[in-house]
C-alpha cells in the first residue's frame, strides 16, 4: 500500500514537471516595403510566384473579402489590396518537452493577429477574423458596426487561428514536398505535432499572413544615409522597449554583400516619430564574397541570444537565405521587441509552458531604380 501511494505520488511530481517544463520556441519574420522617402508600400499579398506555399498548405479567405479585387490571400495572381501593407511571414512554433519524457497532455493553441488576417496555416486549424469588441463596442451598440464587412483592414480588425488537442510525437508522417522554405524548418531536434482533428502532422506548427501594419521604424533614404525614425503611432506601447539589434544589409545583382550592424535603439511612447539613427551608406570597397556568411552569422549570434537554439537559428536563416541574401535589394533587419509580438499576436498555450518568441523585422528600401 505504502509502495503503491509513493509511486502515485512521483507519478505526479512527474507529471507536474513535465507540464512546467514543456518549452515552446517560435520564430518567424514581418515583411514590410518603403520608398525613398519613406512612404510605406501596399498591396503585399501580391507575391512572386517562387514565395508561393505547398499546396498542402490550408488557406482561409474570410467571406467577405472573396472577390478577387478584395482578396487577402497571397497569390502572384491578385492585384494587391491598397490596404496591405505588412506580410506576416513563416512564423513556426516548435514544442520541446523534456527529455526522456512521454507527454501525454493534448494542447490547444490560439494565436491572434491585431490589424490583420491569418490566412495560410498547417496543420489544419479554425480560422475566423472578427472587430475587437472592446475597441468597438460604442459603435456597436449604436448599431453602426455589428461585423467586419472587409473593405478595410486597421487595429480594430482581429484575425484569429485555433487549433485543439494536439499531440506531440516523436515522429510523425509530414506532407511530401520538395519546397526549400517547407524543408528548412523541420532541421530541429523538436517533438514533432500532430492533429487527430485534421489527421495530419509536422515537425512544427506553421501559419502566416497580411496586415494594414507598419514597420517599427519610419525610412527616409538619401544618397549617403538611411535615418531611422520611431513609429508616428506607438499605442501598443505600455513602457519603453529596446530594439536590441539592426543591420543595414546591400545585395547587388552580382551577389556580392555589403552590411553595417547598429547598436541597439529604445523606443518610448511619449517621442513617436523621434530620429533614432543614422546608418552610412555603402561605397564599393564595403561589399565582398565573405560578407553574406559574416551577416548570416551576426543575425545566428543574435537569435541565440534573443534565446533560440542553434538549430532553430539555422532553420530560420536557411527557409530565409534566398530572400535575405541572395535577392537583390537594399534592406533594414531588426530584432522585433517582444511586447510588440505579444500585442499585434498575442499567443495562447492552454498547457504550462515556458515560451520564447522571436521575430526578425525587414523593411525593403525600394530606391526606384533597376540593381
Known amino acids: 500500500m505504502r509502495n503503491s501511494c509513493l509511486f502515485a505520488c512521483l507519478l505526479m511530481v512527474l507529471g507536474t514537471a513535465q507540464a512546467a517544463d514543456l518549452v515552446v ?62 506580410r506576416l511571414e513563416t512564423p513556426v512554433i516548435y514544442f520541446h518537452p523534456p527529455p526522456n519524457t512521454k507527454y501525454e497532455t493534448p494542447i490547444d493553441i490560439t494565436v491572434r493577429f491585431r490589424g490583420g488576417v491569418i490566412n495560410e496555416f498547417y496543420p489544419d486549424a479554425e480560422a475566423s477574423v472578427a472587430l475587437d469588441v472592446e475597441r468597438v463596442q460604442d459603435k456597436m451598440e449604436a448599431g453602426v458596426i455589428r461585423q467586419w464587412n ?25 506532407p511530401m514536398t520538395t519546397s526549400p522554405a517547407w524543408l528548412a524548418p523541420r532541421e530541429v531536434s ?6 487527430a482533428a485534421a489527421g495530419e502532422g509536422e515537425q512544427y506548427l506553421f501559419y502566416r499572413g497580411v496586415a494594414h501594419l507598419d514597420a517599427l521604424f519610419q525610412t527616409t533614404l538619401s544618397r549617403g544615409q538611411i535615418t531611422l525614425r520611431a513609429p508616428a503611432l506607438l499605442t501598443w506601447l505600455e513602457a519603453p522597449v529596446t530594439v536590441p539589434h539592426l543591420w543595414l544589409a546591400d545585395v547587388r545583382s552580382d551577389g556580392l554583400i555589403a552590411f553595417r550592424p547598429h547598436a541597439a535603439v529604445t523606443l518610448r ?36 541570444g534573443q534565446g533560440l537554439y542553434a538549430d532553430e537559428s539555422e532553420a530560420l536563416l536557411n527557409t530565409w537565405k534566398a530572400s535575405y541574401f541572395q535577392k537583390p535589394g537594399l534592406r533594414v533587419f531588426y530584432i522585433v521587441p517582444r511586447a510588440w509580438t505579444d500585442y499585434f499576436l498575442p499567443l495562447e498555450i492552454s498547457v504550462p509552458a515556458r515560451v520564447n518568441r522571436v521575430i526578425v523585422g525587414r523593411i525593403d528600401l525600394d530606391e526606384g531604380k533597376p540593381r
Open 25 to 86: 520556441h517560435e520564430w518567424g519574420t514581418i515583411t514590410t516595403i518603403h520608398d525613398a522617402a519613406g512612404k510605406p508600400k501596399a498591396g503585399l499579398n501580391r507575391i512572386d510566384e517562387a514565395d508561393v506555399l505547398p499546396p498542402f498548405v490550408h488557406r482561409y479567405e474570410p467571406e467577405t473579402t472573396r472577390a478577387p479585387a478584395r482578396q487577402l490571400g497571397k497569390s502572384p495572381l491578385v492585384p494587391g489590396r491598397p490596404d496591405v501593407t505588412m
Open 190 to 195: 523538436s517533438m514533432s505535432v500532430f492533429s
Open 150 to 174: 472587409g473593405d478595410v483592414l486597421n487595429n480594430y480588425v482581429v484575425g484569429a487561428l485555433q487549433w485543439k488537442g494536439l499531440r506531440l510525437h516523436d515522429t510523425v508522417v509530414a
Open 269 to 304: 511612447k511619449e517621442e513617436a516619430g523621434k530620429e533614432l539613427a543614422r546608418i552610412k551608406r555603402f561605397g564599393a570597397g564595403d561589399y565582398s564574397d565573405a560578407a553574406a556568411a559574416q551577416l548570416r552569422l551576426s543575425l545566428k549570434r543574435a537569435l541565440i
